[in-house]
Antibody, heavy 122, light 107 residues
Framework: EVQLVESGGGLIQPGGSLRLSCAAS????????MSWVRQAPGKGLEWVSL???????YFADSVKGRFTISRDISKNILYLQLSSLRVEDTAVYFC????????????????WGRGTLLTVSS | SSELTQDPAVSVALGQTVRITCQGD??????ASWYQQKPGQAPVLIIY???NRPSGIPDRFSGSSSGDTASLTITGAQAEDEADYYC??????????FGGGTKLTVL
């Protein structure tokens, strides 16, 4: 079955660090663009970070310099390393597989995980 | 600008047609994709590209685009269509951006 399963969320104090994981099955993460998207309680979706199939990485301005994205080829897992956490980082973090077809001007997420909740609070 | 703007809320009478719009400069270069999200659930892709529906998405959902504006149309809205709808696009710097979301109420 093709799916994404996130883990690693929880309660952490401001200034702390945490690593989120996204285990993929049914496909290989390194051959796809993969994103992290978050959703604060009662708020909309916010794109956080992307890693291209070739390994290039991109970050939203709100997390640049604090978050890193990586993937483990052997385990087929996507990671999001979060540091210098702030209260405003509290959100459900979704892992997402993206499809890009530049010639057709298409870019979309065709597979989402169920999300993992991160709460940053003292 | 890499922002996408959506109306916060829209309502439609049961069985009627509703259009949800998304505006932003990024839409001049890439088609929007559209997602439906119900409370406590992950988003679900409903429209991508020029006007493509993934398998299992009812044909009452359709998409269109003109200039810097993308639209999602629901023709014959059903009670189960009540949800939040988000547009998404690739920005010029290869970032991604989501619209603020539109809460659809089916009356």
């Amino acid at each position: 079955e093709v799916q994404l399963v996130e883990s690693g969320g929880g309660l952490i104090q401001p200034g702390g660090s945490l690593r989120l994981s996204c285990a993929a099955s049914g496909f290989i993460v390194t051959t796809n663009s993969m994103s992290w998207v978050r959703q604060a309680p009662g708020k909309g979706l916010e794109w956080v970070s992307l890693i291209d199939g070739d390994g290039s990485t991109y970050f939203a301005d709100s997390v640049k310099g604090r978050f890193t994205i990586s993937r483990d080829i052997s385990k087929n897992i996507l990671y999001l390393q979060l540091s210098s956490l702030r209260v405003e980082d509290t959100a459900v973090y979704f892992c997402a597989r993206e499809r890009v077809n530049a010639a057709a001007m298409e870019c979309y997420v065709d597979l989402w995980g169920r999300g993992t909740l991160l709460t940053v609070s003292s | 600008s890499s922002e996408l703007t959506q109306d916060p809320a829209v309502s439609v009478a049961l069985g009627q047609t509703v259009r949800i719009t998304c505006q932003g400069d990024s839409l001049r270069f890439y088609y929007a994709s559209w997602y439906q999200q119900k409370p406590g659930q992950a988003p679900v892709l409903i429209i991508y590209g020029k006007n493509n529906r993934p398998s299992g998405i009812p044909d009452r959902f359709s998409g269109s685009s003109s200039g810097d504006t993308a639209s999602l149309t629901i023709t014959g809205a059903q009670a189960e269509d009540e949800a939040d709808y988000y547009c998404n696009c690739r920005a010029s710097n290869n970032y991604r951006v989501f619209g603020g979301g539109t809460k659809l109420t089916v009356l």
